[in-house]
């Protein structure tokens, strides 16, 4: 699982560590073309009844197991994320210029629907598969590819949410384009 990230915000140069930080974040990409610092995944302790892991397996995702916490995919913009390697250590992988990390928004069960990112993950590609200790490997998204997952088949226009907000992130992942989707994979 990818335990930390390295990104760019504000201007300035800076990191998330899942695994040292109670309150990790990630910098998820908005239609606005902004990035907004949003929870990493949910840590012992927090409300909410989301899993405790930094990143969700997208077949996951694709099978409906996260429905409950209306999931959505978004872009993550880091420029680089660490992989324990078959042996268990740390190694940093960079991100090819344009590049970026598949996530997945969820509103939390809690109260107040904290929101959530975690990084898809898929299994690990044939040629990567020394750099994995657990199978599982981020989800790179290459610069202007046509990625079915990154690009949903069915589209939700912006609404308002629960708490009178407008929906400002990606697309809300429904049932019928998993199906469909599970084809290709």
């Avoid at 598949?102 to 990567?128: F, H, M, N, S, W």
């Amino acid at each position: 699982m990818c335990q930390r990230v390295g990104f760019k915000f504000a201007g300035m140069t800076t990191g998330s560590a899942y695994d040292c930080s109670t309150r990790a974040l990630l910098p998820v990409r908005k239609r606005s073309g902004r990035d907004e610092l949003v929870l990493w995944g949910r840590k012992e302790g927090d409300p909410g009844n989301s899993e405790l892991i930094p990143s969700v397996p997208v077949n996951t995702i694709k099978n409906g197991e996260w429905e409950a916490y209306s999931p959505r995919w978004v872009k993550l913009f880091v420029a680089r994320f660490q992989m324990p390697d078959a042996t268990g250590a740390p190694q940093w992988h960079e991100l090819p210029q344009g590049a970026y990390l598949q996530g997945v928004l969820i509103k939390d069960t809690d109260k107040r629907r904290t929101p959530r990112v975690y990084i898809a993950c898929v299994d690990v590609p044939e040629q990567l598969a020394g750099y994995s200790h657990n199978g599982q490997w981020p989800h790179v998204s290459e610069p202007f590819a046509d990625d079915e997952i990154t690009r949903p088949s069915t589209p939700k226009q912006d609404h308002d949410d629960d708490d009178g907000r407008e929906d400002e992130y990606a697309d809300e992942i429904t049932r019928p384009s998993l199906e469909k989707r599970n084809d290709d994979a």
